[in-house]
């Protein structure tokens, strides 16, 4: 009955949406791309269609709700790619693309399942 039950314990953990982090990475539009990973406000002014590219690291799945903020304007998932190491060829992470129509300036929000992980990046 014990080894049932560890086995059936261990494979929910590894099955489980653990997310450790999710950051934004980089900011661009059609003239230029930037990378934001160690800034708190961007060298560019950003206005109208904008791509934003966050890294998850974790267990990200599809049954995850991922969503982007900035103002007003809401991202729109349209890339979805997986980070791994070439050593071990194991996966890490997932790198996300969002395209929001209408920035403006104001702080990035990463939002999943509604929990608030990254707000530190300032688009101007």
């Keep these: 009955m014990k080894k049932l ?6 494979f ?10 999710a950051f934004l990475v ?23 269609e904008v791509f934003f590219k966050v890294a998850i690291i974790g267990n990200y799945n599809k049954n995850v709700n991922v969503t982007t903020k900035i103002n007003n304007s809401n991202g729109k998932l349209i890339n979805t790619e997986t980070l791994y ?16 129509l209408d920035v403006q300036k104001g702080y990035f929000e990463v939002f999943i399942d509604g929990k608030l992980y990254d707000t530190k990046v300032f688009v101007k």
């Design 26 to 48: 980089a900011v661009y539009d059609k003239n230029r791309v930037e990378n934001v990973q160690h800034k708190i406000k961007t060298d560019f002014q950003y206005r109208g």
């Design 12 to 21: 929910t953990f590894l099955n489980s949406s653990d997310i450790q982090k």
């Design 85 to 100: 190491n070439n050593l071990t060829k194991k996966t890490y992470g997932y790198e996300l693309t969002f395209k929001h």
């Design 5 to 10: 039950l560890f086995i059936f314990f261990s």
